[in-house]
């Protein structure tokens, strides 16, 4: 079963921006999706960026344009560069994997698909 530790949160003022790390250990799929997902006090958790093991991307219009998510070539850590933060992106943010069960398979931001899971780490944003 994969491991996946986040780090890099922290408390920042509006319009700064933070990047977040994921490192995965462990990760049993050579075909996957990864994802920053985050979930603020009262609310749902809601995915924010997905990427697969061949560098596509998505992003909900939430944060598109503001946030970007890459992994380093060795595929150890996943990243989530965030820019012009806003208050409402203040939440504790998870990093999460599943298998990526056929090569036409895009990934999504369904939470339920996800099997591996961080701790994950918060982000608090001050106007």
């Known amino acids: 079963q994969a491991q996946l530790v986040e780090s890099g949160g922290d408390s920042v003022q509006a319009g700064g921006s933070l990047t977040l790390s994921c490192t995965v250990s462990?990760?049993?799929?050579?075909?996957?999706?990864m994802g920053w997902f985050r979930q603020a006090p009262g609310k749902e958790r809601e995915g924010v960026a997905v990427?697969?093991?061949?560098?596509?991307?998505n992003y909900p219009d939430s944060v598109k344009g503001r946030f970007n998510v890459s992994q380093d070539n060795a595929k150890i850590t996943l990243y989530l560069q965030m820019s012009s933060l806003k208050p409402e992106d203040t939440a504790t943010y998870y990093c999460?994997?599943?298998?990526?069960?056929?090569?036409?398979?895009?990934?999504?931001?369904?939470?339920?698909?996800?099997?591996?899971w961080g701790q994950g780490t918060q982000v608090t944003v001050s106007s």
């Open positions: 999460a994997a599943y298998r990526r069960p056929s090569p036409l398979d895009r990934c999504t931001m369904a939470i339920g698909r996800y099997n591996d």
């Open positions: 462990g990760l049993p799929y050579n075909r996957y999706c």
């Open positions: 990427t697969d093991n061949i560098g596509r991307k």
